[in-house]
């Protein structure tokens, strides 16, 4: 199995620097664009090569897997697996407005249960099992994981990859 990861186009929220977690943002124009170019750039490469598209259910990544599809017209399916992590109460508030509330610098550095953040022990294996799942469903195929910035951070982790921050729409092959 290969996985090409695919950050999600930017969201209003993402320009604010607003946590969304687990908030079903949609995508902004520019957002809708990033994913259209990869869609045209990107995929001239891989289109006869990627076998399905899985993507988290949340709306910003739905969106993108749906512009992506157009072109590419494969089996999709949304799993809960790879969508973005909780950030409990934090979500909705600006980087500014945690740090200056909860004195938390990075969200994402939040290892434990505080605030109703999920964990980053429950994070992985989360992401353990959903990956379990596609090895043992799909073992041959190249699938494209349209998912967000924090989870492809922890999947490259769990493939030995540490990796920084993941701008919105761009891609990662493991």
């Known amino acids: 199995m290969k996985l090409i990861l695919l950050r999600h186009g930017e969201t209003d929220w993402n320009l604010e620097k607003r946590i969304q977690g687990t908030q079903?943002?949609?995508?902004n124009?520019?957002?809708?664009?990033?994913?259209?170019?990869?869609?045209?750039?990107?995929?001239?490469?891989?289109?006869?090569?990627i076998h399905r598209m899985i993507a988290s259910p949340l709306r910003r990544t739905?969106?993108?897997?749906?512009?992506?599809?157009?072109r590419l017209n494969l089996p999709l399916e949304f799993r809960e697996?790879?969508?973005?992590?909780?950030?409990?109460?934090?979500?909705?508030q600006t980087v500014e407005e945690i740090r200056q509330s909860y004195q938390i610098e990075d969200v994402e550095e939040v290892k434990d249960a505080r605030h109703g953040i999920e964990?980053?022990?429950?994070?992985?294996?989360r992401l353990e099992k959903g990956l379990r799942n596609l090895r043992e469903t799909y073992p041959?195929?190249?699938?494209?994981?349209i998912t967000h910035?924090?989870?492809?951070?922890?999947?490259?982790?769990?493939?030995?990859?540490?990796?920084?921050?993941?701008k919105n729409g761009t891609y990662l092959e493991l």
Do not use: P, W
Request: glycine share 8%; hydrophobic share 40%.
């Open 24 to 27: 079903n943002v949609a995508l």
């Open 81 to 92: 697996e790879f969508q973005e992590r909780s950030f409990g109460i934090l979500e909705g």
């Open 29 to 49: 124009e520019l957002g809708k664009k990033q994913i259209e170019e990869i869609r045209e750039h990107f995929f001239n490469d891989y289109e006869k090569t």
């Open 62 to 70: 739905v969106e993108s897997a749906l512009i992506c599809n157009q």
């Open 149 to 166: 910035g924090s989870i492809i951070k922890e999947i490259a982790r769990h493939y030995g990859k540490k990796i920084g921050i993941v």
């Open 140 to 145: 041959q195929d190249r699938i494209l994981l």
């Open 119 to 125: 964990s980053m022990d429950s994070l992985s294996l």
